[in-house]
């Protein structure tokens, strides 16, 4: 105001301020200790790179407890996504059918042994998803190696796995059997002339106009088949 009283004094032109604006009234006096009235408010992230590594560590730790087994766990049914806008789309599922499990001769007793999810709720609706899963099972027990337990590591089961075949053997890290989408395959051709003079749009148009006019037209031709037959009886 001392300012602004010397310029009108002096008689130059001064630019008046906008009292429109906001006051800014910002308080920082945020609540850092436990002790506060509002703790919790502020959030470190301090230890991000501690609970990294203590990550890759419990992961490495684990691969080594489970060794020979896959680390990532059992295998996973292929199965499709809920509803009609993703059933198209294909994703692990929770476990394989007990038809399945039928159909590719497995005992239901010993899946979860040889490394294979099972679940006792989902059914098959279609023969398309058995037989995928089915191929998908029989694909695992051709690269299987079964090692034999504790009790009978001196006189192996004959369906364990040969000695050379468990020497091979090597931990599976990351997905067991991947669901790999299949890209799609566009085979280009020529256009010719009657596909330019196709009408696409008129011709869905039209389709549509039919399925929708369906019961209207059949109760247009009972009626003309009914009142032409009450006219042939009139002229009889």
Known sequence: LRCLRAA?????????????????N???????????AHKG????WFNQAARKHRRRENRLAKAQRVFPRP??????????C?????NSKKRAGKGFTLEELKTAKINRNEALGLGISVDYRRKNRSEQSLR???ARLQQYKANLIVFPTKR????????DSPADQLAKAEQVIGDIMPIVKAAPVITPYKITEEDKAKKVYYTLRVARKDAKMVGKRQLRAKKAAEKAAEE?????
């Open 8 to 24: 009108l004094s002096c008689g130059a032109k001064v630019r008046m301020p906008n009292f429109r604006i906001q006051i800014p």
């Open 26 to 36: 910002n308080h920082f006096h945020k609540h850092w200790h436990d002790q506060a």
């Open 41 to 44: 408010r502020i959030v470190t």
């Open 71 to 80: 680390v990532s766990g059992l295998v996973r049914p292929v199965v499709h």
């Open 82 to 86: 809920q509803t009609i806008r993703y």
């Open 132 to 134: 995928e899963n089915v």
């Open 152 to 159: 009978n590591r001196s006189k192996p089961k004959s369906t």
């Open 232 to 236: 042939a009886k009139t002229k009889a």
